[in-house]
């Protein structure tokens, strides 16, 4: 980068830019790729990452890479804690009722974020944890939000060159849009290993009061029980209903007509 360029940014930029580059790249790096990924001097990546690692944020090993500090892990907790803590009961619920994996995801951008999630013994392969983050198309609370989202939206995302997670991953812009229609008018959207081989998945809107549907919660569970996984749809959608207050006060949570 050119000093010049450098200048102009701020100093918040460039601390936001470092830890940016453990989204994505390696959980452990060494400063020179930090400084790279941020697109900062060297110097000023010395500087910036020794007071993140003053203040917790990261954690420097005795191999002289960094790591994603306790505290920033801390502060992170706290992101839809209020919605985590209230649903993560029922959740427990739809666990114990299905010993499948459960999880809840609410929109972010043009991903699922994962709210959170209920681990089962199986040994399911696992494409996403909690804070994580998938494509909408790849799976199945993803296609359920992106469903019941305008249809501008819907449109202006389906435009996208879409990620192809696997060989079965559906990325056909028509496609997709007749399967989204589908998934709203049935009030369910299911995956098989379009993210993950191995996999499959189940999901249903969780509305709020004014009718929109800002999560989703639903199964993960091993391929080969994917022509069983309709039978899990009315625990789920009872499961979705004593989530509903929660999510009603999501700020994303705008006003569209209720439809299941």
């Known amino acids: ?127 996403s944890r909690v804070g994580g983050r998938l494509p909408l198309h790849a799976t199945a609370v993803g296609k359920v939000l992106l469903a019941y989202e305008e249809p501008w939206l819907q449109h202006a995302y389906l435009e996208r060159d879409l990620e192809t997670p696997t060989t079965r991953t559906h990325v056909n812009p028509r496609w997709l849009q007749r399967e989204l229609a589908q998934v709203r008018e049935q009030g369910y959207a299911i995956t098989v290993e379009e993210v993950r081989a191995g996999s499959c998945s189940i999901a249903v809107p969780v509305f709020a009061a004014s009718g929109a549907a800002p999560a989703s919660i639903g199964l993960v569970m091993l391929a080969g029980q994917a022509d069983q996984m309709s039978r899990y749809l009315p625990v789920l959608n009872g499961i979705a209903d004593r989530i509903s207050p929660a999510v009603s006060r999501l700020p994303q949570a705008a006003t569209r007509p209720r439809q299941r």
Do not use: C
Request: without cysteine; charged residues 25%; hydrophobic residues 40%.
């Open 1 to 127: 980068m050119r000093p010049e360029a450098d200048a102009g940014r701020s100093v918040t930029s460039k601390v936001l830019a470092i830890l940016g580059a453990f989204e994505d790249g390696p959980h452990s790096q060494p400063l020179t790729q930090l400084a790279d990924a941020a697109g900062i001097p060297l110097s000023t990546a010395h500087r910036l990452v020794g007071e993140l690692v003053e203040w917790g944020a990261l954690e420097k090993g005795p191999d002289a890479r960094y790591t994603v500090g306790l505290r920033l892990w801390e502060v992170a907790q706290q992101g839809g804690r209020q919605l985590r803590d209230a649903a993560r009961p029922y959740l427990q619920d739809l666990f114990l009722l299905t010993n499948e994996t459960t999880h809840l995801a609410i929109r972010e951008g043009h991903e699922a974020l994962y709210i959170d999630r209920v681990y089962s013994s199986k040994r399911v392969p696992r494409a």
